[in-house]
């Protein structure tokens, strides 16, 4: 329910939408959404597996890959990434909440302006970014098990909101226009756009397929896990092809490729009927954006926050921290301003998250082959310190995966750094960071391998431990096979520490 609830958000509808502002086609734009999503349920499946299994979050987990304190870098690299989504999607609840108000209050579309172009936002949107981000507030501090009922109604109410606007859409314009509209690319250009946007696609949801741990820890089982990659997929393409299918009817419709939905909306008059179907919508994006960044953001960045600083924060003032940061530091709005300025971004932190799942996957599937110590995650001095609590494997393929893409990926903030061409790797971002990252350290692990952290069975408690290193355990490996199987309904180590 979660998946399908966070697939239909305005952030989705837009990324699709703006592959074809920036000149792709219908089809490569779904293209590229199908290939994208096929892609990142992937890791997403392997280490949300992980996290139902061993029931600890992804700061906790980390530390099996890149060693103790390496482990940081790769907290620290999500728990930013949280606070930008986190205040992307409060613009975007910020522009919901000032439709709805000018659905019920029309005169409010003449709100004075007071600030200039170059800040990519207006007075009348700052009032209503503050409003949101207050109301969004208070949910920060319920614990996520308790909120489940906001997902199932998101889950509800959304899908019919984008069914609503895609019928809009074919009644206006009689459904063919839209799948006849030609892309304004092609060749080279329209192929190197078109990875771009497959980037952008991996890159929305990439920094979910590193943590997801962090939701399913709380999972009842580890099969749960395995619809993931069907449900994924259906999900995310749906919306996407609602944001496609009216983007390219809004063409047709006002003359211009609108990649916004609430764009779109802002358009319709005051009629009593249109003003009605503007607040429905609006709400119903709201909605849709509380839940995603309550599930997505403030608590993934919850739990950094509290891996970094366990003394001073649990997930609750991390999840405010995240608000603060994320909210008002990291002047979301102007990332927002433009559909080719969205889609950097979204694809942009790729170079980070890639080689970070690389490593996490290779490292739990390929080399420790699903046999860890969870006991051991939580002390500095363990198996996991490697060399003074960095495994040298992890960084250097780290360093593989990252720097080819790096300069793409400065040019892509400064267009002046570099030439056109370092943006063809930075393109691949994900794809190359992913696989070349995940088979180097696999290399590596096979030629120079860490015989302290690989065991001849899964660890799940202390107990279990001390069994084993005072009389030993007789086995192939299995936990099935030495009945260490955590019972699914019990509440394991460190489910509820730090909230």
């Known amino acids: ?40 349920s992937v890791p997403m499946t392997l280490h949300g597996y992980i996290g139902a299994k061993l029931h600890i ?16 870098f790769a907290v620290v690299s999500r728990v930013v990434l949280a606070c930008f989504w986190f205040g992307i999607q409060t613009t975007t609840g910020g522009n919901c909440v000032r439709e709805m108000i000018k659905a019920i209050w029309p005169s ?24 949101y981000w207050t109301i969004q507030f208070p949910f920060l501090l319920v614990h996520p098990s308790k909120i489940r009922y906001l997902f199932i109604l998101k889950s509800i109410l959304t899908p019919i909101c984008g069914i609503s606007l895609m019928a809009w859409a074919f009644h206006k314009t009689g459904g063919g226009p839209i799948f006849s509209d030609p892309p304004r690319l092609s060749g080279s250009a329209a192929a190197w756009q078109w990875l771009t946007g497959l980037n952008s696609v991996l890159g929305q949801w990439s920094t979910l397929a590193i943590n997801i741990g962090d939701f399913t820890r709380y999972a009842r089982s580890p ?40 764009q779109i909306i802002a358009l319709w008059g005051n009629s009593p009927g249109e003003r009605a179907a503007r607040f429905w919508c609006a709400f119903s994006f709201t909605l849709a954006t509380l839940g995603t960044n309550i ?40 990332i927002l301003a433009s559909a080719p300025r969205f889609l950097g971004f979204a694809g942009g932190y790729t170079v980070f998250l890639a080689p970070i799942a ?30 003074h609590g960095i ?4 960084l250097a393929a780290m360093i593989v995966g990252c720097i080819p893409c790096f300069p793409g990926f400065l040019h892509n903030i400064d267009p002046t ?83």
């Open 108 to 131: 409010f579309a003449s709100f004075p302006n007071n600030l200039p172009a170059s800040s990519g936002t207006t007075s009348q949107s700052m009032l209503c970014y503050f409003i």
């Open 295 to 334: 599930a997505a953001n403030s608590i993934s960045a919850g739990n950094d926050f509290n891996a970094l600083l366990p003394r001073y924060l649990n997930i609750k003032r991390g999840s405010i921290l995240c608000a603060l940061i994320g909210g008002w530091v990291l002047v979301p709005w102007y």
């Open 391 to 394: 495994n040298w494997r992890a």
């Open 57 to 72: 979050p992804f700061p906790v987990l980390a530390r099996s890959s890149f060693g103790f304190y390496f482990s940081y």
């Open 1 to 40: 329910m979660c998946k399908i609830s966070d697939a239909f958000n305005v952030p989705t509808w837009q990324l699709a939408s703006a592959m074809i502002a920036v000149g792709l086609g219908f089809k490569a734009s779904i293209a590229a959404i199908v290939v994208g999503q096929l892609f990142i």
């Open 417 to 499: 750094i570099g030439t056109k061409s370092v943006t063809y790797m930075f393109s691949i971002s994900w794809l190359y960071g992913y696989s070349i990252t995940a088979v180097m350290y696999w290399t590596l692990s096979k030629f120079f391998p860490d015989t302290r952290s690989l065991l001849d069975t899964m660890i799940y408690d202390d107990d279990m431990q001390d069994h084993m290193s005072i009389e030993g355990v007789e086995s192939d490996g299995s936990p099935e096979k030495i009945g260490s199987e955590p019972r699914e309904e019990s509440t394991p180590k460190g489910v509820e520490a730090g909230y």
């Open 223 to 262: 099969r749960e896990q395995y619809i993931q990659p069907f449900v994924i997929p259906v999900a995310f393409t749906f919306i996407a092809f609602m944001g496609i299918s009216v983007t390219s009817a809004s063409k047709i419709i006002y003359g211009e490729y609108y990649w916004d939905p609430l």
């Open 358 to 387: 690389g490593v996490m996957t290779s490292d739990f599937y390929l080399v420790k082959k699903r046999k860890v110590s969870v006991p051991a995650m939580y002390r500095p001095d363990s198996i996991y310190s490697y060399w």
